[in-house]
């Protein structure tokens, strides 16, 4: 399917487990983000990514590890859960060569993982 | 850095009437670019409208618009004849002007609106 796909949606695991969320978009962005969705905040960006082997922290990067080999896939991972981890995670993509940083050059969200750290 | 406030945490309108979503925003920046997202139940982040700080005319896209107060730092989203789709929660966001492309959405906390049937 084209577009921006996040897997899996839901997912609960104990605390000191490593989780990897995957993220997936067909567009060929340059741009990938990952954003986390907590009650009180809206959400706050942990990393990005400019292309295939380039990325960057955002605003709230401990706990996580990225990585980016190939442009379609930004995994995110927690290497030792926390309870404090627990939260929605959206992926996002962005076309990097079209109007770059211009109004309509807008990032595309995909429909979140849901992460329960017990 | 930026900031984006919301200060109403929830927000209720009869079906067909008019409401107005505020926010308002803190930046040294003079380019950027205002947003508004729609996130109903279904989780997926939907980008309502857009507005230009460079423009002075208001964005509108069908029954959403926008009061953009540049000076004041204000940007409020009116929903015009509310449909029982509209309800959702409803996030500000603003991002700088940049010639990489890179530059992150900051969000509000966000609005939640109810559609009164």
């Known amino acids: 399917d084209a577009g921006i796909t996040q897997s899996p949606r839901y997912k609960i695991t104990e605390t000191g487990r490593q989780v990897t969320l995957m993220c997936h978009q067909t567009?060929?962005?340059?741009?990938m983000f990952w954003y986390r969705q907590d009650l009180g905040h809206g959400l706050r960006l942990i990393y990005y990514?400019?292309?295939?082997?380039?990325?960057d922290k955002g605003e709230v990067p401990d706990g996580y590890v990225v990585s980016r080999s190939k442009t379609e896939n930004f995994p995110l991972t927690l290497e030792s859960a926390t309870r404090s981890q627990t939260s929605v995670y959206f992926c996002?993509?962005?076309?990097?060569?079209?109007?770059?940083?211009?109004?309509?050059?807008?990032?595309?969200f995909g429909p979140g993982t849901r992460l329960t750290v017990l | 850095a930026q900031t984006v406030t919301q200060s109403q945490p929830e927000m209720s309108v009869q079906e067909a009437e008019t409401v107005t979503l505020s926010c308002t925003y803190d930046t040294s920046e003079s380019d950027y670019y205002l947003f508004w997202y729609k996130q109903p139940p279904s989780r997926q982040m939907i980008l309502v409208i857009r507005q230009e700080a460079y423009k002075q005319q208001n964005a509108t896209e069908n029954r959403f618009s926008v009061n953009f107060q540049k000076a004041a730092k204000s940007f409020s989203l009116k929903i015009s004849d509310s449909q029982l789709g509209d309800a959702a929660m409803y996030f500000c966001?603003?991002?700088?002007?940049?010639?990489?492309?890179?530059?992150?959405?900051?969000f509000g906390t966000g609005t939640r609106l109810t559609i009164i049937p």
């Open positions: 996002a993509s962005k076309d990097g060569l079209r109007l770059a940083g211009g109004p309509y050059n807008e990032q595309f």
């Open positions: 990514s400019a292309a295939a082997d380039i990325t």
């Open positions: 567009w060929s962005h340059s741009y």
């Open positions: 966001a603003y991002r700088r002007k940049s010639n990489f492309g890179n530059e992150k959405l900051t």
